[in-house]
């Protein structure tokens, strides 16, 4: 199977068309470009015979670099039998909440 076939200059010059596209790095990792010039990295893959599609990051806070890395780890979880998908929800749900910091004062005068 053909493997990286994107460059990271043709993954920063892609131009949004009609309607979404998928620019395919082989593996089953690819750039899907939206209409409105969006781009995100992509996995699919394929486990317990139902094909699934894993959003990887959008670039450019993504590049095709980390993406690559990104899907071999994907890749490695589906070869163990675990769903990435599932494992990310996993994941976030183990996060401690985010700190929220009180608005208004925080001592009172008086």
Do not use: C, W
Request: proline fraction near 9%; avoid cysteine.
């Amino acid at each position: 199977m053909a493997s990286e076939l994107l460059s990271a200059l043709e993954v920063r010059n892609a131009k949004p068309g009609d309607k979404p596209r998928k620019l395919r790095d082989g593996n089953g990792l690819h750039l899907l470009v939206h209409p409105n010039g969006s781009k995100y990295f992509q996995l699919r893959y394929t486990l317990h015979g139902k094909e699934k599609t894993l959003q990887l990051g959008a670039y450019p806070e993504m590049g095709l670099a980390d993406a690559r890395v990104a899907a071999k780890g994907a890749r490695q979880l589906v070869a163990d039998g675990t769903d990435p998908v599932q494992n990310r929800r996993i994941q976030e749900a183990k996060k401690p909440p985010p700190l929220q910091i009180p608005s208004g004062p925080l001592l009172s005068s008086g």
